[in-house]
Nanobody
Framework: QVQLVESGGGLVQAGGSLRLSCAAS????????MGWYRQAPGKQRELVAI???????RYADPVKGRFTISRDNAENTVYLRMISLKPEDTAVYYC????????????????WGQGTQVTVSS
């Protein structure tokens, strides 16, 4: 069973920076994608950034040039570096991993972190 534990959220002033981390435990055969989503009050959860198995990345337009997704060499942890934060970045941020749990698994499994609050004040 895979569990994702997030950390790094907090309160920061506009223009500040934070780095979120998401560490996995449990057996994973292979990772298909690792991503970050966020959900602001009254809004639906939206994709922020995603990194694919080949290392390529994609970002939502509002965060392009400010956020960077990365992973460690062992692919046990995914990070989201956030700079030049704006009040509109305030949300609960969730990491998301799409994985193949076993060698014989046909359909991938999706796992979510518990969420970490990011609050940007002006």
């Amino acid at each position: 069973q895979v569990q994702l534990v997030e950390s790094g959220g907090g309160l920061v002033q506009a223009g500040g920076s934070l780095r979120l981390s998401c560490a996995a435990s449990g057996g994973i055969f292979s990772i298909i994608t690792m991503g970050w989503y966020r959900q602001a009050p009254g809004k639906q959860r939206e994709l922020v950034a995603i990194i694919f198995s080949d290392g390529s990345t994609r970002y939502a337009d509002p965060v392009k040039g400010r956020f960077t997704i990365s992973r460690d060499n062992a692919e046990n942890t995914v990070y989201l570096r956030m700079i030049s934060l704006k009040p509109e970045d305030t949300a609960v941020y969730y990491c998301n991993w799409v994985v193949r749990a076993t060698m014989t698994q046909k359909n991938p499994s999706t796992y979510w972190g518990q969420g970490t609050q990011v609050t940007v004040s002006s």
